[in-house]
Nanobody
Framework: QVHFVESGGGLVQPGGSLRLSCVAS????????IGWFRQAPGKEREGISCIGQSGGLTYYADSVKGRFTISRDTAKNTVYLQMNRLEPEDTAVYYC????????????????WGQGTQVTVSS
């Protein structure tokens, strides 16, 4: 079973940027997609972006479209999420997982969630 470790979060002012990394413990070539998810305090976990195996197909939830960019370095078994023009509403713990959803999800859909990385957008 491949596990994923998220990093790159932090405290940033509104309008700022962060780049998150999702590193897999093994090859991700068996997965057709890798997705980024987030869970804000008191809210359900939601999928916000995902990328296909080759990196040629990318998908975004409306809430992040035009501000976030997902990319993939297959050689490094890493998926990135470049987040620009951050807003207080982006404050959440961010996770990655080997599937794609752009809606609210049930945490039970995937049994191997990592620790996530905290993103806090505040002045």
């Amino acid at each position: 079973q491949v596990h994923f470790v998220e990093s790159g979060g932090g405290l940033v002012q509104p309008g700022g940027s962060l780049r998150l990394s999702c590193v897999a413990s093994g090859s991700t070539s068996d997965y057709t997609a890798i997705g980024w998810f987030r869970q804000a305090p008191g809210k359900e976990r939601e999928g916000i972006s995902c990328i296909g195996q080759s990196g040629g197909l990318t998908y975004y939830a409306d809430s992040v479209k035009g501000r976030f960019t997902i990319s993939r370095d297959t050689a490094k078994n890493t998926v990135y999420l470049q987040m620009n023009r951050l807003e207080p509403e982006d404050t959440a713990v961010y996770y990655c997982a080997p599937y794609c959803r752009l809606t609210v999800i049930s945490v039970s859909e995937y049994p191997h969630w990592g620790q996530g990385t905290q993103v806090t957008v505040s002045s």
